[in-house]
């Protein structure tokens, strides 16, 4: 029984390394994304980058995952009556998740 237990808490631990290997994989196309996108001429990340759009530390406390989809695909519609308007990208499969992991690691207070 011991075996038994010991072999599952392995898989367990296997799993969730290759799980968190994967998260780290694709928060990092994201971070890349977002600089391939040139999203800091207007959004600013610890303190750098543009100051046109709110900053995007804490983006994930203001908005949940089906929100910041939303806004990635079609920043227009969320934000009709934005003065400088968020362009909107043509996101290859895949990429907007990656964003979204990316935006999620970013901690920090809420932008004003």
Same mark, same amino acid.
């Given at each position: !029984?011991?075996?038994?237990? $010991?072999?599952?808490?392995?898989? *367990?631990?296997?799993? $969730? %390394?290759?799980? *968190? ?11 890349? /994304?977002?600089? +391939?996108?040139?999203?800091? !001429? ?5 303190? +750098? ?5 709110? $900053? @995007? ?7 949940? $995952?089906?929100? @910041?989809?939303?806004? /990635? ?14 362009? +909107? ?13 990316? @935006?999620?690691? /970013?901690? %920090?207070?809420? *932008?004003?």
């Amino acid at each position: !029984m011991r075996m038994y237990v $010991a072999i599952a808490v392995a898989c *367990a631990a296997v799993v $969730a %390394g290759t799980a *968190a290997a994967q998260d780290q994989k694709l928060v990092s196309k994201g971070q890349s /994304l977002n600089v +391939k996108h040139k999203c800091s !001429m207007c959004h600013a990340v610890g303190g +750098k980058g543009g100051k046109i759009g709110k $900053a @995007l530390d804490g983006v994930a406390d203001r908005y949940d $995952a089906a929100a @910041l989809k939303r806004i /990635l695909t079609d920043p227009q519609k969320e934000f009709p009556d934005a003065k400088i308007k968020m362009p +909107k990208v043509a996101w290859a499969a895949g990429d907007v998740d990656a964003v979204i992991a990316y @935006l999620q690691t /970013l901690k %920090g207070s809420p *932008a004003k």
